[in-house]
């Protein structure tokens, strides 16, 4: 089974540079089978993977990574 993930921070939720600073600050924690693109309304993550639970795993670790930049950057994500 293929799956396949797409996270996003979008600008309606918050500014433009606060989504670049929270991609940024996860880009390097990106496994293989993740990558990240930033355009102008939104950082977007995207995962491939071919079990659930490392999907689960990979997206357990993204989102307290992502609440550790919301508290540092004093967002509210």
């Not at 689960?56 to 509210?76: C, P, Q, R």
């Amino acid at each position: 089974m293929k799956i396949n993930c797409k996270i996003r921070f979008e600008r309606e939720y918050m500014s433009s540079e606060s989504a670049h600073n929270v991609a940024y600050s996860l880009q390097p924690d990106n496994l293989p089978n993740m990558c990240t693109k930033i355009d102008e309304d939104a950082a977007t993550t995207y995962l491939h993977t071919e079990k659930i639970t490392t999907l689960i795993s990979t997206l357990d670790d993204f989102l307290i990574n992502a609440k550790i930049a919301e508290d540092v950057y004093g967002l509210k994500i």
